[in-house]
Nanobody, 115 residues
Framework: QVQVVESGGGLAQSGGSLRLSCAAS????????MGWYRQAPGKQRELVAE???????TYTNSVKGRFTISRDNAVNTVFLQMNSLEPEDTAVYYC?????????WGQGTQVTVSS
């Protein structure tokens, strides 16, 4: 089972950018389905973006055109580039790796967007 560790969160101003990283150990990310989720205070965790092993991407409507999920197989890392950030993007962001047999979550990284 893979272990994933997120990094790159922090404080940004409205309209700014952040890039989150999800580094994996124990498995090759290129064969997994990778997802970025977020959970805001008092809300349920939601899927933000997903990248399949074949390279297909999906995004929740609120981030389409602003966020981009990508993968660098050379460093076994998945990224979430977040542009045009809004205060509503404030949440803890989690990385999830999924195989046919298991799913593995990271510990999360806080993203705070000020208006």
């Amino acid at each position: 089972q893979v272990q994933v560790v997120e990094s790159g969160g922090g404080l940004a101003q409205s309209g700014g950018s952040l890039r989150l990283s999800c580094a994996a150990s124990g498995s090759n990310l290129s064969v997994l389905r990778m997802g970025w989720y977020r959970q805001a205070p008092g809300k349920q965790r939601e899927l933000v973006a997903e990248l399949t092993s074949s390279g297909r991407t999906t995004y929740t409507n609120s981030v389409k055109g602003r966020f981009t999920i990508s993968r660098d197989n050379a460093v076994n890392t998945v990224f979430l580039q977040m542009n045009s950030l809004e205060p509503e993007d404030t949440a803890v962001y989690y990385c999830k790796a999924v195989s046919p047999f298991w799913a593995s979550w990271g510990q999360g990284t806080q993203v705070t967007v000020s208006s």
